[in-house]
């Protein structure tokens, strides 16, 4: 589990980061409608969500505890993400991204040992 929380906390940065690189690129290139700044908006905001879930997910690699809230912030951002998507469907990757994520997590989660 600690190899897939750091796999899934660098591809969420990478991801994150180019998700970031084209929205600004998008916006200083073309001239903007309203209709494409929103979309714009939107991808910066899911793009900072995936890199909390990024960062989340390194941090807490070392932990088992971890795993109930890399679910939650996953979760959460699964969510957003999905109720900011609306119409744009590139967004919709990333929040199936995090849904994944989440479910992966809440497995581990379900699945590691309890004391007795």
């Known amino acids: 589990m600690k190899i897939w929380k750091l796999l899934s906390g660098i591809l969420c940065i990478i991801c994150s980061s180019r998700i970031l690189l084209l929205s600004c690129v998008a916006g200083l290139v073309s001239p903007m409608g309203a209709d494409e700044a929103v979309q714009v908006e939107f991808s910066i905001a899911a793009a900072v969500l995936i ?26 951002e699964a969510i957003v993400i999905y109720i900011l998507s609306g119409k744009f469907e590139h967004l919709m990757i990333w929040a199936t991204w995090a849904l994944i994520c989440s479910i992966i997590f809440v497995a581990a989660l379900l699945k590691e040992d309890k004391p007795q």
């Open 51 to 76: 890199l909390i879930g990024g960062i989340v997910s390194i941090a807490v690699r070392n932990k088992n505890a971890g795993n109930a809230v890399v679910a939650m912030i996953f979760a959460i």
